[in-house]
């Protein structure tokens, strides 16, 4: 296989898995109020797992790119919609870090890439949250408590689903991970 048949390939599945994360992005997820589990987040971390962390990367802009441009984004500032819908996302591909080469497929470092990629993307959804969205904090609550509310119980519930739906792959299809 030539080398431009296997950009082509990566290229393709950056953009499916892109595609895949906006569609399940669309399925309401809210728990309570303004806190999400976000499982459209799993495409693109294994997204990661699978090609590394330039196609990770990759895929959450893409990701951002298309919620924004379909309408499908809280946009409240330009600053906040470049916060939220390209930095957060593209944060995903940190999960890339921790992609393996060679089989047998270890859950340790998926469990870590998980951790990481899902706590900057939430980071990032914090800081956001304190300057955005402060307004609508929850009465007696301040900008900081009520972003670490929201936004930690989103990040926390949203790691969990990831963790549990991806340990499942790597326990029952472990060669998803790797590209042939």
Do not use: D
Not at 102 to 119: D, M, N, W
């Amino acid at each position: 296989m030539s080398n431009s048949t296997l950009n082509i390939r990566v290229l393709i599945e950056i953009a499916f898995m892109a595609a895949l994360a906006f569609i399940i992005s669309l399925i309401p997820n809210t728990v309570y109020g303004w806190i999400i589990v976000e499982i459209a987040c799993i495409p693109i971390l294994l997204l990661s797992f699978r090609r590394g962390i330039s196609a990770g990367l990759t895929g959450g802009l893409i990701w951002g790119i298309l919620s924004i441009i379909t309408g499908h984004a809280y946009i409240l500032t330009l600053s906040q919609a470049f916060l939220e819908y390209i930095i957060a996302p593209v944060l995903l591909g940190l999960a890339g870090i921790f992609h393996q080469k060679s089989q047998p497929l270890k859950s340790a470092p998926v469990f870590c890439g998980i951790f990481i990629a899902v706590l900057a993307k939430y980071f990032i959804h914090f800081i956001a949250g304190i300057i955005f969205w402060s307004k609508y904090a929850w009465k007696g609550w301040g900008a900081i408590a009520y972003s670490l509310a929201v936004n930690g119980l989103s990040g926390i519930f949203t790691a969990v689903a990831a963790l549990i739906i991806l340990l499942i792959f790597v326990k029952k299809f472990p060669k998803v991970f790797f590209p042939k």
